[in-house]
């Protein structure tokens, strides 16, 4: 596993942070008051001059924006959260992907390409 450090992680959660700000179109002062919190803790979190951010005010910009915790946290993981719905769907085509043959399957995946 590839170990990162404290600067570098900072600095991914700031770039995120300011990508959900600025990606909404919202001011420092407009998305702090989401939080309840002055813009100037907004500025100093796109900077990464903190050291860590309350998982309460993650929770409530993932919540807010349908974004993954984890995203938020720097974590190489999708940023938009999958509904329960999606959740189950995903699953149900899992189960049955296991069935195929490698050449049914690589079929499917030329099937899919196409139609997107």
Excluded at 93 to 111: A, C, G, M, Q, Y
């Amino acid at each position: 596993m590839e170990t990162i450090d404290v600067t570098e992680y900072r600095n991914i959660i700031a770039k995120r942070i300011n990508e959900l700000r600025t990606e909404h179109d919202m001011s420092m002062e407009e998305f702090g008051k989401i939080l309840n919190v002055t813009k100037t803790t907004i500025s100093r979190w796109e900077s990464g001059s903190v050291d860590r951010i309350r998982t309460t005010y993650i929770s409530t910009l993932s919540k807010r924006f349908n974004v993954s915790p984890g995203w938020l946290l720097g974590l190489d993981v999708p940023k938009t959260k999958t509904t329960d719905s999606q959740q189950q769907l995903i699953e149900s085509i899992n189960s049955k992907l296991v069935w195929l043959s490698e050449s049914k399957l690589e079929k499917l995946i030329k099937f899919i390409d196409e139609y997107l």
